[in-house]
């Protein structure tokens, strides 16, 4: 059964600091590996998206590495701002273009 | 540049009414189409997707139905509400490079 991981569910940081997401998946055959940011009451917007021969991709302060060998891929946030609460969401396609979402990483950076 | 309409943006209706829900698409031709429920601190789910007019693919039995009459017009329809099917209701379109989906501002959709 395909299935996307992440953790932790949610995180509290203070401005400034930096912060790692995780995601876990088990979908095969393996395609690409997205990461989005949704604010609340909005519609997801893509950060980055990787390909099985891609292990790493920066968006500004995001940058997003993949280790397609033992399936988990982490979103990098650097120097957090308000900006950054949200909810960051993993989604991993397969080779048939279906897409498992994760249940997603609720930041929250307080000042 | 491609933009992705949906409307209303909130919407609140009684149980057992219909819902319409309205997904546009701009600047872009023959997209595939998708729509996707977000219960309250869930995650998403994939409830239709479409290849091209008047091709629909239901991924999971419900109540609702979806349409798509117009190229770039995807709807989403239900008879009689349920409790259920209060959610946010995000639309998405594929790029073209065929694994890049990009969401609509989303429907917040709330049934008393």
């Known amino acids: 059964k395909n299935q996307v991981e992440q953790s932790p569910q949610s995180l509290i940081i203070l401005e400034g600091k930096n912060c790692t997401l995780q995601?876990?998946?088990?979908?095969?055959?393996?395609?690409?590996l997205r990461w989005y940011k949704q604010d609340t009451g909005r519609g997801p917007v893509s950060l980055t998206i990787?390909?099985?021969?891609?292990n790493t991709k920066s968006n500004g302060r995001y940058t997003a590495t993949l280790d397609a060998d033992t399936k988990q891929s982490s979103l990098h946030i650097t120097a957090s701002q308000l900006s950054d609460s949200a909810s960051y969401i993993c989604?991993?396609?397969?080779?048939?273009?279906?897409?498992?979402f994760g249940g997603g990483t609720r930041l929250m950076v307080k000042p | 540049s491609q933009t992705i309409h949906q409307w209303p943006a909130t919407l609140v209706q009684p149980v057992g009414s219909p819902l319409s829900l309205e997904c546009t698409v701009e600047?872009?031709?023959?997209?595939?189409l998708y729509w996707y429920r977000q219960a309250a601190g869930r995650g998403l789910q994939l409830l239709f997707y479409?290849?091209?007019?008047?091709?629909i693919s239901s991924e999971v039995p419900q109540n609702l139905s979806a349409s798509r009459p117009q190229d770039r017009q995807f709807i989403l329809s239900s008879k009689k509400l349920l409790l259920s099917d209060s959610g946010f209701y995000l639309c998405?379109?594929?790029?073209?490079?065929?694994?890049?989906?990009?969401f609509g501002p989303g429907t917040r959709l709330t049934v008393t």
């Open positions: 600047g872009t031709s023959n997209p595939n």
């Open positions: 990787m390909t099985f021969s891609e």
């Open positions: 989604v991993v396609g397969n080779a048939g273009n279906m897409l498992t």
């Open positions: 995601c876990n998946y088990t979908v095969s055959p393996f395609s690409n």
């Open positions: 479409s290849v091209g007019i008047g091709q």
């Open positions: 998405a379109w594929e790029g073209d490079r065929g694994y890049e989906q990009y």
